[in-house]
């Protein structure tokens, strides 16, 4: 009887074998390959410190996936993740004062001179738009980071604002404004930017 069910089991193993190497045919294997032109990416993060009376390390670790999730797509150089990341009835704020609904960000994302092509991925194009030589893009200041140590401020049970610290070229955080995340409907959601 003890042969019968090692055979079973034996064959049970071989068939789950043969179904993952096929799925594994079909799945693109570009996804894991680490940028040529980047050596830095992705960014090394780490949690940091907790803050307020709602602080929690579990809903800290949620939003940390959904950062490291964008982070990674910026160093990578697009922002393919961010419309998934947006509450549909909230929308996003792009900046300290510009709100957009999600399908004006879908919108800016196609656009190669639009808001979020120039002010995270295109150097030259940001000089122009300020006026001024040497300002770096949020791609170029969160890679100069060498690493980012994240602060969680827990205004509520469903928000709260981030606080990035570069543990390289600490000025360089002023590039950023602290993004905040809303809890809708179970998860996470990005309000701003940053």
Same mark, same amino acid.
């Not at 579990?58 to 950062?67: L, P």
């Not at 929308?91 to 919108?107: I, M, N, P, Q, Y």
């Given at each position: ?71 990674? /797509? ?7 993740? *961010?419309?998934?990341? @947006? #509450?549909? +009835? ?76 570069? /543990? ?7 590039? *950023?404004?602290?993004? @905040? #995340?809303? +809890? ?11």
């Amino acid at each position: 009887m003890r042969l019968l069910y090692l055979i079973i089991l034996i064959v049970g193993f071989s068939f789950v074998g043969c179904n993952s190497k096929v799925a594994m045919e079909k799945t693109p294997k570009t996804a894991d390959i680490p940028p040529k032109e980047n050596p830095n990416c992705p960014i090394p993060l780490q949690i940091g410190k907790l803050y307020g009376r709602y602080a929690d390390k579990e809903e800290a670790k949620r939003i940390y996936i959904e950062i490291e999730k964008l982070l990674r /797509s910026i160093c990578l150089g697009h922002l393919n993740d *961010l419309p998934d990341m @947006i #509450f549909p +009835k909230m929308g996003l704020f792009v900046d300290a004062k510009a709100h957009w609904t999600r399908e004006e960000v879908v919108s800016d994302l196609k656009n190669k001179d639009g808001y979020f092509n120039v002010y995270f991925f295109d150097s030259d194009r940001l000089d122009e738009k300020k006026g001024s030589r040497g300002n770096l893009t949020i791609q170029q200041a969160l890679v100069s980071s060498g690493g980012i140590s994240i602060d969680f401020h827990f205004d509520s049970a469903l928000e709260s604002e981030l606080q990035f610290r570069f /543990s390289e070229n600490p000025k360089n955080v002023r590039y *950023l404004i602290n993004p @905040i #995340f809303g +809890k809708f409907e179970g998860k996470w959601m990005l309000l701003r930017m940053f």
